[in-house]
């Protein structure tokens, strides 16, 4: 019984770990920054099977206010990042998943925020699905519309994007109890079932064995 007690306990918290790494949640990017500050430009796409693999590459590009074009700024992938207009250099960093190809936050922080820097961001997840038979390619664009302003000042889309992270978070704490309390009961009733099975076995061994030993009685009288 302390042997199924401690099978149990390591199968909940391989759940529990596995669950926690593929929790995400997609919350929008704040769209004001302070010149002078720092800031992040939030890029988050969740994939809607956690367990299937996958990969991603990372593209940013940047149209400042009166340009029609984007510029290519930023690149991210298995080799680490690049940062390609020279009007940030040494001012991006990486600021999404971290140690893991399979990117679902692709989020890059900017430093020392300038009134140039206003604009549209648009940010590229390039991503592979990998399947039993065969991959599917597929790319995700989110866009970030930044205004740089001299003083912060509180908005009411950060305030509403601030409360709907909390949500989430709260959302997928639930979420990870439900399944943690379904697969507890699923397996305790499994180990139930097993013991039942096991009990009533040794039960008809017992009687089976106590049953010839009458027959070997009988033939000796």
Sequence with gaps: M???QVLL???LGALLVSLSHAACAEVDSDTEAVAGRGFKLGCISCKMRSEVEGSATIEWYFKAKGESDFAHIYDYNE??????????????????SKKSTDIQDASIYLFNVTFNDSGTYRCFINRILTYPAYEYQTQITKIIHLTVVAKATRGTASIVS???MYVSIIGLQVWL?????YCYRKISAAGEEALRESANAEYLAIASEGKDNCAGVQVAE
């Design 162 to 164: 601030e409360v709907m």
């Design 79 to 96: 080799e680490g990042p690049t940062i390609i207009d020279e009007r940030f250099e040494d001012r991006l960093d990486w600021n999404g």
């Design 2 to 4: 302390f042997a199924a």
């Design 9 to 11: 306990l390591s199968m």
């Design 177 to 181: 109890l439900i399944e943690m309390i």
